[in-house]
């Protein structure tokens, strides 16, 4: 095995094995692009690291070689006195880590070197300057030492010599920090800053290694679900020097805007400056265009350079660049980072370019960037007014929230249920908080990221979420929140939150809807003046994906309206109505009556008056999706929860008998409630068998689902109607309810003279339903797949309760990255699935294949029923254009 690599030996597909950074760096010294010479240890050196405490026993003499060959190079040897080749020491993820070490600057300086280092460049301030950096960073990310004390000690002398930044600090000012750094470290350390240059290099690779199993690094990569065996690359690089007075610089640029997509010069340059000022902020830089006025050369190569890498890369790239003395050098490159917004608009611009085609095209975008674009935003023009701009958060959860703070759950419940917007702010929620949650528009915490118990909930209720403002201080017991500056929101004060950016507001800050809603609403078409190019952009992606995509998308809908919707968003039928929604409001009294009859007559009244409202339900259904298929799903949940609430009925009850009232009705009621009350209703009676225990319950809906499509029919529609049966366990289940339905389908039919063909088929929700497919598949002539059930009897899991208990302590564990209600558990409940395909089309050929839990609308999970070779996946009428676009990227 081979650890260490020349820069002229990677490339950019190595990523595996030398990191992002060394790959590229690779590639960009074999385009010929000016990459100061080095070299990359690789991940398999710091797996071997992370695995057995040590090095590799062949890195050190591989590393020397490497080394050699370097200082050859470059005519000086690392940390040679007289004049000290000196490096970075960078590390390098396959995905770029922010939580994780970054960079080791000036490495091979010491106390002799520094007055080579001086007289080389003819610049004493450069090299003090460049030592004090070095011994900064290396106690900070080598030695641990905290990194404030230097920055303390920093201001300390500035402020000594009453200079505004550290360019008023002179050679000797520096000299003296060196000093003082020295110090820091020996205290702070337990050991002296080490004066080997060898030295200093190992415990920097070594200290990179180390920093791969950081805390913070451990963190990200659970956030951001990457594996954790992968191992960093370390990146060995000869030192270029942006420091070295007015005519050297340093600046990161982007190939295009990374927030718009547009095409210009977009970056920052800070003169005379080493790369970590400019994150830092230390001091202003300025406009990566005003490079051209001061180093017109170097400005123009970078130009050009620039243009090189988008056609090389096909892609945004961003780069940071040095110039040392009028030259330029090349320190990073990488596809970059972008908005939901920019991603539309560069996969589309590169297509037109030619740089790519609709299949890579579509590989650049994705459905969470789909979806955000779908959000309600702030009209910008309104947000940018910074007056009313109180601080910023993690943006956790998006969406455009406005509403009046409330501090606690208990008023955030009260005031909207009179009717008011309330934003939540908690410093932090816990599940107590749920029901405020649900009742706000949006929650605000001051403290947790984005996968703290407020993130997590809020992004699994669709909720607009901002949390972790750690700027602003909340008082829950004086009800108040204070920003930076002295500003004071009492509760009841409106605030705004942007759920997208974090920011979060003062006042009303007014909402506008997306422009990319407004085009699926077909309310905004792509030539209209209003759309902007993002509009365009979205509707391309849209017919690339229709084009490619082999799963059908379906809708979750139960009504006419939310139908019509589906199908303006591209739904291509409705893949499940849950009928118990026809069952509530002013019905719930009629189905109050049917659960009460003691006798068949009674039962017989209260499914009568039933029969005519639910197939006017169907009708309205069946019109608005005309000639496209609607499963219809008979009755599932439990029946007693159509009733009152227990305990309120009781109080009722007491209360009357207290009064001598009349209260014979609650009476009755209330036995009932007693007499259907199960300890575990989400396992108990509901779904197939209430219809097999509750006779001609089952029978009533689909003879209005027979009715409703031989009215349709009549009126000259097309009405598509299928027949699904819940949370089926047994063939036998569904073989019962299938002769009884189609006895009542026959009666219709005769009765309308019209001939009824209404497919049968069944959820697949149950492990046993899975493990039974091929039996099951004998009665049904289609499955639907129920993830949200199958996952919560899979994994054991009630749907209703784990994301607001323990699932914030799974997600920080890392038992998952996503909640399994989420994304799809593959290995688990995938399995069962890919297994029931199997024996259900093994059992029936052509058995139709759909799936129907939340998981339909979820990204990921659309690629994994692509996979398992569904038909179909049905999801609720927002997610509809998500689930194209993932339908076709799938495929792609
Ligand atoms: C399911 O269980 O996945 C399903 C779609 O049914 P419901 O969510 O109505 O239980
Ligand atoms: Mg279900």
């Avoid at 407020?454 to 204070?482: H, I, P, Q, Y």
Wanted: with cysteine; charged share 25%; proline share 4%.
């Amino acid at each position: 095995r081979k650890f260490v690599y020349d820069f002229t030996e990677g490339n950019k597909d190595l990523k595996d094995l030398l990191g992002g950074k060394g790959a590229n760096l690779a590639e960009m010294t074999n385009l010929g692009l000016p990459v100061p010479p080095g070299f990359t240890i690789t991940t398999e050196a710091c797996k071997v690291f992370l695995e057995s405490g040590s090095e590799p026993p062949e890195l050190r003499d591989e590393v020397s070689a490497h080394l050699d060959a370097l200082e050859r190079r470059m005519g000086k040897r690392l940390g040679q006195n007289d004049d000290p080749l000196l490096v970075s020491v960078r590390s390098g993820a396959k995905f770029s880590m922010p939580g994780m070490m970054d960079t080791v600057l000036n490495i091979g300086l010491s106390d002799a070197s520094v007055a080579g280092l001086a007289a080389q460049a003819g610049d004493d301030r450069f090299a003090w300057d460049s030592y004090r950096r070095l011994i900064q960073m290396f106690g900070k990310t080598v030695l641990g030492v905290d990194g404030d004390l230097f920055e303390e000690a920093l201001e300390e002398a500035k402020h000594a010599k009453g200079a505004s930044n550290d360019l008023g600090l002179d050679a000797a000012d520096l000299r003296q920090l060196v000093d003082t750094f020295k110090q820091i470290v020996a205290k702070e350390a337990g050991r002296e800053f080490p004066q080997d240059p060898r030295e200093q290099m190992d415990l920097a690779i070594r200290a990179v290694f180390h920093s791969w199993n950081g805390d913070r690094a451990k963190l990200y990569r659970r956030q951001e679900r990457i594996p954790h065996d992968l191992g960093t690359a370390v990146n060995v690089c000869s030192m270029v020097f942006g420091n070295l007075g007015p005519d050297s610089g340093t600046g990161v640029a982007f190939t295009r805007d990374p927030a718009t997509g547009r095409q210009g010069v977009y970056g920052d340059y800070l003169q005379n400056a080493q790369g970590e000022d400019v994150v830092a902020g230390i001091r202003n830089t300025v406009p990566l265009a005003e490079l051209e006025r001061i180093d017109k050369t170097s400005y123009d190569a970078l130009m050009r350079i620039m243009e090189t890498l988008e056609t090389h890369y096909r892609d945004l790239c961003d780069i940071e660049f040095t110039i040392e003395r009028g030259k330029l050098w090349m320190l990073q490159t990488r596809v970059g980072k972008r908005t939901a917004a920019a991603a539309f608009r560069i996969a589309t611009q590169l297509v037109d370019q030619g740089l790519i085609d609709e299949a890579e095209a579509l590989r650049r975008v994705n459905g969470n960037q789909l979806a955000q674009l779908m959000f309600p935003r702030f009209d910008e023009t309104a947000a940018k007014d910074g007056a009313r701009k109180l601080g910023r958060g993690i943006a956790a959860s998006p969406g455009a929230a406005v509403g009046k703070a409330v501090f606690d759950s208990y008023t955030a419940v009260k005031w909207s249920r009179s009717g008011e917007k309330v934003i939540l702010i908690r410093r932090e929620t816990n599940p107590d908080d749920l029901n405020g949650m649900i009742a706000a528009e949006g929650i605000l915490t001051s403290r947790g990221g984005k996968t703290s118990h407020a993130a997590v909930v809020a992004r699994g209720m669709g909720k607009t979420c901002v949390c972790g403002a750690e700027e602003l201080e909340v008082d829950t017991k004086r009800r108040c929140l204070s920003a930076p500056g002295g500003v004071v929101v009492e509760e009841g004060d409106v605030i705004s939150i942007d759920g997208s950016t974090g920011v979060v507001y003062r006042g009303e800050v007014p909402v506008v809807p997306s422009p990319v809603v407004e085009y699926f609403e077909g309310r905004l078409a792509p030539a209209d003046a209003r759309a902007d190019e993002l509009v365009t952009a979205v509707d391309r992606m849209m017919s690339y994906a229709d084009r490619i995509r082999r799963l059908h998308v379906r809708a979750n809908a139960d009504n006419a309206e939310d139908a019509a919707r589906a199908r303006r968003f591209g739904a291509q039928g409705i893949g499940l109505c849950r009928t118990e929604h026809m069952f509530l409001g002013d019905r719930r009294e009629l189905v109050e009556r049917l659960i009460l009859a003691d006798t068949d007559t009674e039962r017989g009244e209260a499914l009568d008056a039933l029969l005519p409202l639910q197939r006017q339900d169907f009708i309205e259904l069946f019109e608005a999706m005309d000639g496209l298929p609607v499963t219809v799903r008979l009755l599932d949940p439990p029946l007693h929860e159509f009733l009152p609430d227990i305990t309120d009925l009781s109080v009722r009850v007491a209360l009357a008998e207290s009064r001598k009232e009349p209260h014979e009705n609650d009476l009755r009621l209330l036995q009932a409630v007693h007499r259907l009350h199960e300890q575990n209703p989400m396992l108990g009676l509901r779904g197939v068998r209430l219809g097999l225990v509750i006779p001609g319950l089952f029978g009533m809906q689909v003879r209005a689902i027979a009715e409703a499509a031989a009215e349709r029919r009549r009126a000259g529609g097309d009405p598509r109607p299928e027949i699904m049966i819940p949370l089926v366990g047994t063939v036998q289940e569904l073989e019962i309810v299938r002769e009884e339905s189609e006895k009542v389908i026959a009666e219709v039919a005769a009765a309308y003279g019209t001939e009824l063909r209404l497919p049968l088929g069944t959820m697949i929700e149950l492990p046993r339903a899975a493990l039974t497919a091929d039996q099951i598949a004998e009665a049904a002539e289609f499955f639907s797949f129920g993830t949200n059930d199958l996952t919560q009897t899979v994994w054991g899991f009630s749907r209703d309760d784990v994301e607001a208990s323990f699932f914030t302590a799974y997600l920080e564990k890392g038992i998952f990255g996503v909640s399994p209600f989420e994304t799809i558990d593959r290995d688990g409940v995938g399995s069962l699935v890919r297994g029931a395909v199997e024996a259900g089309r093994a059992a029936r050929p052509g058995l139709k294949l759909g799936v129907c839990g939340e998981h339909g609308g979820d990204p990921e999970s659309v690629h994994f029923f692509h996979e398992a070779g569904l038909d179909y996946v049905s999801c609720s009428p927002f997610r509809i254009p998500v689930a194209r676009l993932e339908a076709g990227r799938a495929a792609g």
